[in-house]
């Protein structure tokens, strides 16, 4: 029926390993400005998320962009990955 296993959970973006891929489900809601700045750049939930690097800083690939994020967004994204 699907043609991607996935998972039910989702957990936050700063906990996935490097070239893992996920659907963005939800934001951490108890930050108003941090909500601001992810809708701003982009990030939405429904949409397809890669980790492609953790350190210095977490860079991500939404949809054909690449952004660079800190760790305090990087723990506001939640994730359910796929494989």
Excluded: C, H, W
Excluded at 59 to 64: A, F, L, P, R
Excluded at 66 to 79: E, F, G, M, N, S
Aim: hydrophobic share 45%; charged share 30%; aromatic share 8%.
């Amino acid at each position: 029926m699907f043609a991607q296993s996935f998972t039910v959970e989702s957990l936050a973006l700063n906990l996935l390993k490097e070239k893992d891929t996920g659907i963005i489900t939800q934001f951490r809601k108890n930050d108003e400005n941090l909500l601001r700045k992810l809708i701003a750049m982009g990030i939405m939930p429904g949409l397809k998320i890669t980790l492609e690097q953790r350190f210095p800083s977490y860079v991500i690939k939404v949809g054909e962009m690449r952004i660079a994020i800190d760790r305090t967004l990087a723990r506001a994204i939640y994730v359910r990955r796929t494989r």
